[in-house]
Structures are given as C-alpha cells and as structure tokens.
C-alpha cells in the first residue's frame, strides 16, 4: 500500500495489519518525522516513509519496480501534478481511494484518471465542517479490465 501526502501516517498506519507493506510519501519534514515515531509508537514495523513532494518520489519509486494494491491519495486543495498522476497510472494499483477537500480537482484529477481506464465505484461525502461550504470526499476508483467476449467484442 501507498499512502501518498501521507502526512503523520494516520492513514497508512491504520492499515498496517491488512497490509505487507506501508509506503508512506510527505513533503513536511516534521510530519515524516512524526509517521515514523507513530508507527514506532504503535509497534508498527511494516512502514517506512519517503520525504518529498509526491510528484517527484513516485516516479523515483516506479523506476525502482515498487508496486502497490492500493493507494491513498490525500492531496492538497490544489489536487494532483500530473506527473504524480502518471507515475500512480504506471504503479496501476488496482484500486486508489482519493480523498478530497476540493470537488474541483477532484473532479479534474478523476477525469485524467478515467481517461487511464480508472473508474470511480464509490463515492462517499463527509461534511468534516458542519455550516461552512466546505466538504471532504472519499472516492474509491478501479481499474477497469477489458475483456475481449467470443464474439469478438
């Protein structure tokens, strides 16, 4: 499992006994410092983390054959750079769970996705700020296999 914007490893660490191995990717220093007293902390052995921007470590980390199941993408308002975008296409995850505080680069980074047969199964909103226009989204997208019938289609 990937845990891109990783933060402090909530994510990643949560899952951690449903995983062999946690990737954890973050740009704030002090939050990867954190991840890793965190699973310290919890005697999680499984994770390590990656400090950087996402768009540059992943496709460092595609160059080295890692691959992952799943990946968590938490990115910030501004959404994905589309070179993160097409590193997370090569890792071809079979599902990626995206979690938004911005429809608007959501809804731009799903299109660049689908366009990489990528299709969203599950949308969930979360209202995190009760009387405020702000809203999370959690979005499970899949990849999508083509399967050639008898018939030809």
């Known amino acids: 499992m990937i845990d891109t914007y990783s933060g402090i490893g909530t994510i990643g660490l949560a899952a951690s006994d449903r995983v062999s191995k946690i990737i954890g990717i973050e740009i704030v220093d002090s939050a990867v410092e954190d991840a890793i007293e965190n699973a310290k902390l919890n005697g999680i052995d499984n994770a390590d983390y990656y400090l950087g921007k996402a768009e540059e470590v992943m496709p460092k980390l ?84 083509y399967k050639i019938d008898e018939s030809g289609t």
């Open 62 to 145: 595609v160059k080295e054959g890692v691959s992952a199941d799943v990946v968590f993408v938490d990115p910030p308002r501004k959404g994905c750079h589309t070179q993160f975008l097409d590193s997370l296409i090569e890792v071809s995850p079979k599902k990626i769970v995206y979690i938004s505080c911005n429809p608007s680069t959501l809804q731009r980074d799903m299109k660049y996705l689908e366009r990489h047969d990528f299709k969203a199964s599950e949308v969930t909103p979360v209202d995190l700020f009760p009387q405020t226009k702000h809203i999370e989204a959690v979005t499970v997208l899949e990849i999508q296999i």
